[in-house]
């Protein structure tokens, strides 16, 4: 076992164990594809492993969620980084569910905008969920990074965390 800068035990880079820790515990939210490594439209790799976005931001995972008339396509892609270890690789799981379970409700606009924007209400809401998640597996700050979400996690509007709060469990890692 390889400890990691992000705390805990390396994840194995495959999508085999991708899709065993998503079984294992968010099976009940409908995710159309999970894959490791592949790049999405506009997006390259930086040299740690995490994607880099066309905005300029960087990052571990990234939904896309395709609409359509009788619902919504969402392929989750994760970058080598979030396999750091599997606890992160679990948060980002997580954390990436939660964009997909905004995008299934009512607040689907905000949770699409939310993915290219940092201080949305929606991506707090998120990053509140996926500290809560962290706080109950006892796993730290295994994002070990203060973005702005934090500073006014106490503030976030009910109508969108209270969609997330069913994802704060606690988490079988393999």
Partial sequence: MVTTRYGGNSAPFNDEYLNKLYSANYSDVKVDQLTKGRVPTGTTINPSGSFHLKDGRDALA???????KHGAIHRIYFSQAAFSSKELLAST???EIGHVV???SRLLSEAIISS?????EA????YKMQ???QNLNKWGNIL????IEFR??????????SPLKFLIRPIKIH
């Fill in 116 to 120: 290219g924007r940092f201080d949305s």
């Fill in 152 to 161: 006014y996690m106490d503030l976030v509007e009910d109508a969108f965390f």
């Fill in 102 to 104: 905004l995008g299934n």
């Fill in 62 to 68: 990234v939904t896309v969620s395709t609409v359509w």
């Fill in 144 to 147: 070990n990074f203060k973005p």
């Fill in 131 to 133: 500290n809560e998640l």
């Fill in 123 to 126: 991506h707090r809401a998120i």
């Fill in 93 to 95: 799981i997580a954390h």
